[in-house]
């Protein structure tokens, strides 16, 4: 196992930085001048040259690519083009917001979701089986900025338990939380349904039934724990995503998180903080992928790594 670790974090260098690459040179090629932006309306052409030779700007990519990984590997991520903050800075203030929205989203989701898709899966073809189904396919379809927009409507303006934006208390976590776990929950609840309902009809559960287990103890004890191969598969995909795509989610409810910052940054060209957030977003889902490829050997012994 710890030979496997050590070997999927070396491969990492290569991959994060052909990653570092692309998003480098794509994002020099979005539309705009940073440098124009910067120095104004009113600026001369003259001070916006002058402007772009300060931020180097005017150099060839490949030279701003390499002065660029140059600074990264001394721990510089550089500075806001818009604020002049660093953006180690910037990151720090918006991290955990996002981190503990993307843990409460994922949370909620995974409990409810695996606990319906296990009553599904109990009780095929009756009503509980119904309830999910029908659960899960409006979690999927509603898209979750309306979902957001309806949360605020009723809960914020009109019964007013919760805050329609910011994070001042814990209160303004739930809504947020609710909006970006809801397609989570239903996707878990399908995923656990079809894979429990397949590993309740395999040989080892009708030796166990033979046995005399408990119904209890055979779902809970045995067939879950090896369907949740594959609910760890979509919670780790899920994951990975929230922490850098609950893009949308954040503008709605205007919370000061990752996915915010980045499409303030996108809007103004602010070219450091853009590459660095998605070089952060690269490394955060492959991270989460290489934790749950390392938690299923609990869940299934028979898995091996070399």
């Given at each position: 196992?710890?030979?496997?670790?050590?070997?999927?974090?070396?491969?990492?260098?290569?991959?994060?930085?052909?990653?570092?690459?692309?998003?480098?040179?794509?994002?020099?090629?979005?539309?705009g001048?940073?440098?124009?932006?910067?120095?104004?309306?009113?600026?001369?052409?003259?001070?916006?040259?002058?402007?772009?030779?300060?931020?180097?700007?005017?150099?060839?990519?490949?030279?701003?690519?390499?002065?660029?990984m140059?600074?990264?590997?001394?721990?510089?991520?550089?500075?806001?083009?818009?604020?002049?903050?660093?953006?180690?800075?910037?990151?720090?203030?918006?991290?955990?917001?996002?981190?503990?929205?993307?843990?409460?989203?994922?949370?909620?989701?995974?409990?409810?979701?695996i606990?319906?898709?296990?009553?599904?899966?109990?009780f095929?073809?009756?009503?509980?089986d119904?309830?999910?189904?029908?659960?899960?396919?409006?979690?999927?379809?509603?898209?979750?900025?309306?979902?957001?927009l309806?949360?605020?409507?009723?809960?914020?303006?009109?019964?007013?338990?919760?805050?329609?934006?910011?994070?001042?208390?814990?209160?303004?976590?739930?809504?947020?939380?609710?909006?970006?776990?809801?397609?989570?929950?239903?996707?878990?609840?399908?995923?656990?349904?079809?894979?429990?309902?397949?590993?309740?009809?395999?040989?080892?559960?009708?030796?166990?039934?033979s046995?005399?287990?408990g119904?209890?103890?055979?779902?809970f004890?045995?067939?879950?724990?090896?369907?949740?191969i594959?609910?760890?598969?979509?919670?780790?995909?899920?994951?990975?995503?929230?922490?850098?795509?609950?893009?949308?989610?954040?503008t709605?409810?205007?919370?000061?998180?990752?996915?915010?910052?980045?499409?303030?940054?996108?809007?103004?060209?602010?070219?450091?903080?853009?590459?660095?957030?998605?070089?952060?977003?690269?490394?955060?889902?492959?991270?989460?992928?290489?934790?749950?490829?390392?938690?299923?050997?609990?869940?299934?012994?028979?898995?091996?790594?070399?």
């Open positions: 196992m710890g030979r496997y670790i050590i070997k999927r974090i070396i491969g990492l260098i290569p991959l994060l930085l052909a990653v570092s690459f692309l998003i480098f040179i794509f994002i020099h090629l979005i539309p001048d940073p440098a124009r932006l910067m120095a104004g309306k009113d600026a001369t052409n003259d001070e916006v040259e002058a402007l772009r030779t300060y931020l180097g700007l005017d150099k060839p990519i490949l030279e701003q690519y390499f002065i660029y140059k600074e990264l590997f001394q721990g510089d991520l550089g500075h806001s083009l818009r604020s002049n903050a660093p953006v180690t800075q910037l990151f720090g203030e918006r991290f955990l917001p996002s981190l503990q929205l993307s843990i409460l989203s994922i949370g909620w989701a995974m409990l409810i979701g606990l319906l898709g296990v009553i599904s899966a109990v095929r073809g009756r009503w509980p119904y309830f999910g189904t029908i659960t899960a396919i409006s979690g999927i379809s509603v898209p979750n900025f309306w979902l957001g309806v949360m605020i409507q009723l809960f914020a303006v009109q019964f007013n338990i919760f805050p329609a934006g910011g994070i001042e208390t814990w209160k303004g976590y739930v809504l947020p939380s609710f909006a970006l776990g809801a397609g989570i929950m239903a996707m878990i609840t399908r995923f656990t349904r079809s894979s429990l309902v397949q590993t309740l009809q395999e040989d080892f559960i009708r030796t166990a039934r046995r005399g287990l119904e209890r103890a055979i779902i004890g045995h067939a879950l724990k090896k369907s949740m594959t609910v760890l598969t979509i919670a780790g995909l899920q994951f990975g995503f929230l922490l850098g795509g609950s893009i949308v989610v954040e709605v409810f205007s919370f000061p998180g990752m996915g915010r910052l980045l499409i303030d940054s996108i809007q103004f060209r602010d070219y450091p903080v853009v590459q660095s957030l998605l070089l952060i977003f690269s490394l955060e889902f492959i991270l989460v992928n290489l934790i749950v490829d390392i938690l299923y050997g609990f869940f299934n012994p028979k898995i091996r790594y070399n």
